[in-house]
């Protein structure tokens, strides 16, 4: 399993950014996917998650800003970010679950590299 993302960088606050995690060694289409993030000195925690179908679930702290999209042509799960705060830097990973409860709990096993985003005053 080799779960990449990219498309972090520095930005400013208010502005948006477009995460990408390209899955290979999975059948994606058969996986539901999260994103997550770990702050400096904070937890890994779930920013959005999304089923097989479609479904999806947020974060408070990101509703109405973030969304989290797939591709299962593309084997790519994507995350839109929009308006983003100061509080929004962090390192973003993605990750794969069956068991969209065991997705939510974030307690895979693996990681694979996550992406940075600084959100800039």
């Known amino acids: 399993v080799q779960l990449q993302a990219s498309g972090g960088g520095l930005v400013q606050a208010g502005r948006s950014l477009r995460l990408s995690c390209a899955a290979s060694g999975i059948v994606f289409r058969n996986d539901n996917m999260g994103w997550y993030r770990q702050a400096p000195g904070k937890q890994r925690e779930l920013v959005a998650a999304?089923?097989?179908?479609?479904?999806?679930t947020y974060a408070d702290s990101v509703k109405g800003r973030f969304t989290i999209s797939r591709d299962n042509a593309k084997n790519t799960v994507y995350l839109q970010m929009s308006r983003l705060e100061l509080e929004d830097t962090a390192v973003y990973y993605c990750?794969?679950?069956?068991?969209?409860?065991?997705?939510?709990?974030?307690?895979?096993?693996?990681w694979g590299q996550g992406t940075l985003v600084t959100v800039s005053s």
């Open positions: 990750n794969r679950h069956r068991n969209y409860r065991a997705l939510l709990a974030g307690t895979q096993d693996y």
């Open positions: 999304i089923t097989l179908a479609g479904s999806t």
